[in-house]
């Protein structure tokens, strides 16, 4: 099934379209354009609900249901974002080579990363910023819906994550109200070990 999706996901991003589907986790709908296919993960520029490219989501392709491609609706969309010169994001660089390049590289462009968990809680997220990866494991500097950064970073299980988003508005206004994350070291993954850039 997953390969099935992957190959169609490919399709989507050769042929440049805009897709819509389901999640297993989610009720609704996402729509977007597909902007890389990895091995587990995949990136989507998010067309949000009022028509307007809203950031980057990075979705495991194992998740996808019902995979429309195109959107049923696909020229309207793309005619209301012509129309309001909202044009297509490039896409960041991101790796998608797994979920510890997808953390690093997105820590690396992007001030402000939204990660979900679904599968430990469906109807909660984490934003902020990665501090450290190894064993397994994320150390995740928060900024709460307040936009005051946590004293100290929590721990997730990277196996755990389902979701990676980034660029979005609401990431853009925490980060304006609440600034940038307290000085950090960045670190780099390597051979399993962490090391300091």
Do not use: F, I, L, N
């Given at each position: 099934m997953a390969s099935r999706t992957s190959n169609r996901l490919?399709?989507?991003l050769q042929d440049e379209l805009l897709v819509k589907f389901c999640r297993k986790f989610e009720e609704g709908s996402i729509s977007g354009h597909v902007l890389e296919v990895g091995p587990q993960f995949f990136m989507v520029a998010l067309v949000d609900d009022s028509i307007r490219f809203n950031g980057f989501l990075c979705l495991r392709v194992s998740d996808v249901r019902h995979l429309e491609a195109p959107h049923k609706y696909a020229a309207f969309a793309e005619a209301a974002l012509r129309k309001r010169s909202d044009r297509r994001p490039k896409k960041p660089r991101v790796s998608l080579a797994n979920i510890e390049e997808l953390l690093l590289s997105a820590n690396r462009a992007f001030p402000l990363l939204t990660i979900h968990r679904e599968k430990v809680d469906p109807d909660l997220c984490w934003i902020?910023?990665?501090l450290k990866i190894g064993k397994g494991r994320v150390s995740f500097l928060e900024i709460g819906p307040d936009a005051?950064?946590?004293k100290n970073p929590n721990e997730y299980t990277l196996a755990e994550i389902?979701?990676?988003d980034f660029g979005g508005d609401y990431e853009k206004a925490l980060l304006l109200v609440g600034g940038?994350?307290?000085a950090q070291q960045p670190v780099e993954i390597?051979?399993?070990?962490l090391t300091r850039l």
């Open positions: 490919v399709e989507a902020g910023r990665v005051t950064w946590d389902t979701r990676v940038p994350a307290p390597v051979r399993g070990e």
